[in-house]
């Protein structure tokens, strides 16, 4: 029992004689763990929180016809679903709306609508669009491309991105690249 007693005694004093040298050690240590517990802890906060990007949907109303003029292309989609609608006259189809792409098809930067002028330019590099969406200055190579446009149950239009529609495909003369009034 005192050979114990006198064990412990020792490395008491054996630790206390270190105290200088063993301190900042425990300093690290502890700097250590708690560091690879905040590791963990974020890791895990990651996994219950990712990151997720939300898209807006690929569908939407945009209100009855007559709250849009004719001639016009309307700014009010641009900036949340990327689409100006236009109401317009085809000389096949009669009075009636296509949606088109806000993508440039050079390398895909956002054109402005310059009333004005009567068309889309684009600020990157200079490509121009008549109000159609067909290309006719800079280096973009083919028109805007436009969307499904249609007419929801309950009369008003709604615009679906899921269809695209390409000019030089020939798909501007299918139906639902262009929705007629009559
Ligand atoms: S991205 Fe539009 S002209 Fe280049």
Redesign the pocket.
């Known amino acids: 029992m005192a050979k114990k007693i006198k064990k412990k005694e020792l490395d008491r004093r054996e630790f206390i004689a270190l105290g200088p040298v063993a301190i900042p050690w425990i300093g690290v240590a502890w700097a250590a763990f708690t560091g690879a517990t905040t590791l963990l802890l974020g890791a895990t906060g990651r996994f219950f929180f990712p990151n997720v990007l939300f898209e807006p949907p690929q569908s939407f109303k945009a209100g009855l016809p007559a709250e849009y003029t004719l001639g016009k292309v309307d700014l009010r989609w641009k900036k949340k679903f990327g689409v100006w609608l236009v109401r317009d006259v085809d000389n096949e189809r009669g009075e009636g709306f296509y949606a088109l792409s806000t993508v ?1 098809t ?4 956002t ?1 402005n609508w310059l009333e004005a002028e009567q068309k889309f330019k ?1 600020p ?4 121009g669009f008549r109000r159609s969406g067909m290309h006719f200055e ?3 190579p083919r028109p805007l491309e436009r969307y499904r446009v249609v007419f929801s149950e309950d009369g008003q239009i709604l615009v679906d991105k899921s269809q695209k529609f390409q000019q030089e495909k020939g798909e501007w003369t299918k139906a639902g690249s262009f929705l007629a009034l009559a």
């Open positions: 440039c050079h390398l895909g930067c054109p684009c990157c590099h200079g490509s800079g280096p973009a």
